[in-house]
């Protein structure tokens, strides 16, 4: 019961900082792929950036994030590096090659050791992002990555 409720806990403040108004970024109406593995900061996330004008297709596992990715073009990725079948690192690894445009990509993670951040960096992820996620922070990086 102690694990399920600092579980429960924990999960509740995966997303801090949500804004009360929206910011104005200039990244607007991008199609985003969402992995993350939690469900409630999965849909939570969803809704805030579709909130902000984005389309956002959510993937709970590595297989899913591969099949969505071939349904259509996407302009960013945004994932979670600890996932049920794998590694955000090896969702990198499978996914880039099959892309036919190079896909600005955001790392969220738990850790945010130096190690960690380059790892991410050297997988193809543009930027990493530790949890709890700062929606503003994850705002203000997407605009960033997609501008380039």
Same mark, same amino acid.
């Given at each position: 019961?102690?694990?399920?409720?600092?579980?429960?806990?924990?999960?509740?403040?995966?997303?801090?900082?949500?804004?009360?108004?929206? &910011? @104005? =970024?200039?990244?607007?109406?991008? $199609?985003? +792929?969402?992995? %993350?593995? #939690? &469900? @409630? =900061?999965?849909?939570?996330?969803? $809704?805030? +950036?579709?909130? %902000?004008? #984005?389309?956002?297709?959510?993937?709970?596992?590595?297989?899913?994030?591969?099949?969505?990715?071939?349904?259509?073009?996407?302009?960013?990725?945004?994932?979670?590096?600890?996932?049920?079948?794998?590694?955000?690192?090896?969702?990198?690894?499978?996914?880039?090659?099959?892309?036919?445009?190079?896909?600005?990509?955001?790392?969220?993670?738990?850790?945010?050791?130096?190690?960690?951040?380059?790892?991410?960096?050297?997988?193809?992820?543009?930027?990493?992002?530790?949890?709890?996620?700062?929606?503003?922070?994850?705002?203000?990086?997407?605009?960033?990555?997609?501008?380039?």
């Amino acid at each position: 019961m102690f694990n399920k409720l600092s579980k429960a806990a924990l999960d509740a403040a995966a997303v801090s900082d949500v804004p009360s108004e929206k &910011l @104005d =970024t200039k990244a607007k109406g991008l $199609r985003i +792929l969402l992995v %993350e593995d #939690h &469900l @409630d =900061t999965a849909q939570l996330l969803r $809704r805030l +950036l579709e909130n %902000e004008g #984005h389309q956002v297709r959510v993937a709970t596992n590595i297989c899913d994030a591969l099949q969505l990715s071939a349904e259509g073009p996407m302009d960013l990725i945004i994932s979670d590096l600890g996932l049920p079948d794998g590694t955000g690192y090896d969702l990198m690894n499978s996914v880039r090659p099959k892309l036919p445009v190079a896909v600005p990509a955001i790392a969220l993670s738990g850790y945010g050791a130096d190690a960690d951040i380059q790892r991410s960096h050297e997988c193809g992820f543009v930027e990493h992002i530790t949890k709890p996620v700062d929606f503003n922070r994850l705002l203000e990086t997407i605009d960033q990555v997609t501008r380039a």
